[in-house]
């Protein structure tokens, strides 16, 4: 795997984290904040060969610290708000315990920028030089930048660890069946084509897109085609043609967009389309937005390797489903 290829993966799962934790509602804010200061700990000594650990499992509910390196002798603030206001609090609280130590500001959901420009009141003299010290998605993604290819694939290995959603099969086929449902009920001019053939190697598909930031997605889903397949086949059987109904619904989107874009960019527009396309239907009862997208990338990976989406390399003989 190449190096761009995991800073394009890396970039994607701390913006959907950071997307995630500034749109979730109040009752999973503060599951979703207690999952990323544990997430982040880990992260940073990764990228930064730092000790932190959560200071909850060291001294439950400490005013203005969330991680703790004692060996390193660093404090760190994770916060969803990015105000002066937020630093300052923590500075002032009572952190005499720490005078030798650095304070970090981690800002988990929110750019940061404004505030590496303003002066702080630190009471305590803690070492802390808002210009590296406070850290937000856009500085964190110029250090990953830096990184060594081996560094890039250990930081990823973590992420896939720590933000993949793990895969539930009877949740999921349940969701599957329920987002098919949705989408064949969609008012289609019906194109009378069969479903098509898989291509023997969709890797030579997806080099001939280019899709690169898209490969890790096709390549883990593509595992579930024959899932999807099992539900169209029950649903075509008792006559409803479902199956047709969503490939052209995916392939419209598909059709719509190609002109205007191309490679990964199209690709994920579909995802974008598909989704809205879901949770805008009369009948679509909400699940958690990582289900959704998670269903919804198996459906439109599944449509890829069925060549109802993207073109195949010129000449390409097929095998049947």
Known sequence: MSRLHHIDFITTKLSALATEITLCGKLNFLDRHLHAETFYAYFFNELFGWQLKNMNTIKPNAEAIDLIDFKNKIIA????????????LSLTKDLSSYSDYTFKFISISNDA?????????????????????????????????????????R???????????AIDP????????????????????????????????????????QLDVARDIIEDYSAHHSRVARIYADYDREGNNKSLSVLTAIKRDYVVHRAQLSDDDLFFRIIECVIARVQEGANFTPIPAEELELCVNILVVDAFIRCKIFKNPVGYAHAAS
């Not at 603030?77 to 300052?88: F, R």
């Not at 420009?117 to 930048?145: G, V």
């Not at 969701?175 to 069969?194: G, P, Q, T, Y």
Request: proline letters at 3%; charged letters at 25%; a neutral charge.
């Open 77 to 88: 603030q994770v916060s969803a708000t990015t105000t002066k206001q937020k630093v300052e």
């Open 170 to 209: 009877v949740r999921l086929e349940s969701n599957l069946a329920a987002i098919i449902n949705i989408l064949a009920k969609e008012d289609l001019n019906r194109v009378a084509s069969a479903v098509e053939t898989i291509p023997f190697n969709i890797d030579h598909k997806i080099d001939h897109n």
């Open 113 to 153: 920028s404004v505030l590496r420009r303003k002066s702080f009141i630190n009471p305590h003299n803690l070492a802390f030089d808002p210009q590296k010290d406070i850290h937000d998605l856009a500085s964190t993604l110029r250090c990953i930048n830096g990184l060594s290819i081996d560094d890039l694939s």
């Open 155 to 165: 930081i990823a290995t973590l992420i896939k660890k720590e933000l993949v959603t």
